[in-house]
């Protein structure tokens, strides 16, 4: 099997014809919403018959657990930046931040998917849990690295860090919404980063020294 190349190395389990599908139904939806994605209209935008996505996927429904299954793929690989060797706190958040938003922007045609899920998978309950299971998570390390600030003295005293973290990750989702469905000409990645130098700027505690962090990568996904 001929498979894609992605940022998740040997972890993307689809060929290229499967890929080529998945990532027509990604921008299908990115144009239309998730109603769009029908057969017809994922068909013609890969330059295929409907039948032809049946012998690749069990139906309507498996595709739908396929496109889920990249989006659980995204979240794993996110997962990795939250554990930056030599990083702590804000230090480690700041990036994780920078390297989630970045490979977003570098995989385009998926990044749909990844910012509106709840909407795509919605009639779907058993993958909602999944999804619900997968935000706890990510959560969870976001609050990791603000606990950690907080214990290190990264941050001013009394910094509400629930808050912060909520602002922070609805901010950067706002923004990738925004750069998705065209309404922003921007780079997602430099607003994100005035929103995180915002953000840091009011909850830092001046007197706590930054550490080099290293430098981001996000590899794109070819085509």
Same mark, same amino acid.
């Given at each position: ?6 940022? %998740?190395?040997?972890? =993307?389990?689809?060929?290229? $014809? ?6 027509? *139904? ?15 209209? !994922? $068909? ?5 018959? &409907? #039948? $032809?996505? %049946?012998?690749? %996927? ?25 554990? *930056?060797?030599?990083? @702590?706190?804000?230090?480690?958040? &700041? +990036?994780?931040?920078?390297?989630? !938003?970045? *490979? ?13 899920? +709840?909407?795509? %998978?919605?009639?779907? #309950? ?11 998570? +990510? ?17 001013? *005293?009394?910094?509400? !860090? &629930? ?11 706002? !923004?990738?919404?925004? =750069? ?15 929103? =995180? ?5 009011? @909850?830092?505690? #001046?007197?706590?020294?930054?550490? #080099? ?11």
């Amino acid at each position: 099997m001929s498979r894609e190349q992605t940022i %998740f190395g040997e972890r =993307w389990p689809y060929s290229r $014809a499967k890929s080529a599908l998945l990532r027509s *139904a990604s921008m299908v939806m990115r144009e239309g919403g998730p109603r769009a994605a029908t057969l017809k209209n !994922i $068909a013609g935008k890969a330059g295929v018959t &409907e #039948p $032809a996505i %049946f012998r690749h %996927f069990d139906g309507v429904d498996g595709l739908f657990e396929s496109l889920f299954t990249v989006v659980e793929l995204f979240y794993e690989e996110f997962q990795t930046y939250y554990k *930056a060797d030599g990083l @702590i706190g804000l230090d480690r958040l &700041e +990036d994780a931040y920078f390297r989630i !938003i970045a *490979a977003l922007k570098d995989n385009e045609d998926f990044c749909y998917l990844v910012v509106h899920p +709840d909407g795509i %998978f919605r009639q779907y #309950p058993k993958l909602r849990d999944r999804l619900a299971e997968i935000k706890k998570r +990510d959560k969870q390390s976001v609050m990791d690295c603000m606990k950690e600030a907080r214990s290190k003295g990264q941050l001013l *005293a009394g910094t509400d !860090i &629930e808050s912060a973290a909520y602002s922070l990750v609805g901010s950067a989702l706002l !923004i990738l919404q925004s =750069w998705v469905a065209g309404a922003s000409e921007s780079d997602p990645l430099k607003d994100c980063k005035k929103v =995180w130098n915002s953000i840091r700027g009011c @909850i830092g505690n #001046p007197d706590s020294v930054k550490a #080099p962090k290293p430098a981001a990568k996000a590899t794109k996904t070819k085509k």
